[in-house]
């Protein structure tokens, strides 16, 4: 197991962001837009996952649940994860710890757009979704993907690959600079 060193602010900034989020909101925040709508991403998040979240009834979007299950989401389908922390432009004062994302794409899109496994036709090399450019056919154990100017990859189905990697991850490192060398995104 890896360690990951942090600082000491780096540190403090992550225990006031646990224990932002988990608050209860005023009646009015939970009855607003924001709550409307926080209560319909949970309901597909709900159906997704077929989990049983709090938030898709009283529309509570500090919910730490709900909000680990949004970042969870948004990282299957490729999407930026961001936390709300203080002067964040993103972000409202007092929101410490939301999950968000700078996507283009709104989030309750994300439940229709097709996955990113993607459809090939006629055994063509590259899938191209909304989700972005996907190879699925350069390696027998992995699935390669093209979004947001960043470079993806997950296991296939059925194979030890795809038990250790179910859902895409973004390629850092010497992986990275193989998949630049290596798959062709046409």
């Known amino acids: 197991m890896k360690r990951i060193l942090i600082t000491e602010e780096e540190k403090n900034r992550i225990i006031t962001l646990y224990e932002k989020v988990g608050e209860k909101l005023s009646s009015d925040s939970l009855s607003s837009k924001k709550g409307e709508y926080t209560k319909r991403i949970a309901k597909l998040l709900n159906q997704h996952y077929k989990i049983n979240l709090t938030s898709a009834n009283d529309g509570d979007w500090w ?74 056919t350069s390696d027998k154990n992995y699935d390669y993907q093209f979004y947001n100017n960043k470079y993806w990859f997950k296991g296939k189905q059925n194979t030890p690959a795809g038990k250790k990697y179910p859902n895409w991850v973004e390629s850092t490192g010497k992986g990275l600079v193989s998949i630049k060398k290596n798959i062709k995104f046409i």
């Open 63 to 136: 919910n730490k649940d709900y909000n680990d299950n949004l970042a969870k989401f948004l990282k299957e389908k490729g999407q930026s994860v961001k936390y709300c922390k203080p002067n964040d432009a993103w972000c409202g004062e007092g929101n410490d710890g939301e999950v968000y994302t700078d996507s283009d794409t709104p989030i309750h899109k994300l439940f229709t757009t097709q996955q990113n496994t993607g459809t090939t036709q006629n055994n063509q090399q590259n899938t191209q979704t909304n989700q972005g450019k996907i190879n699925t």
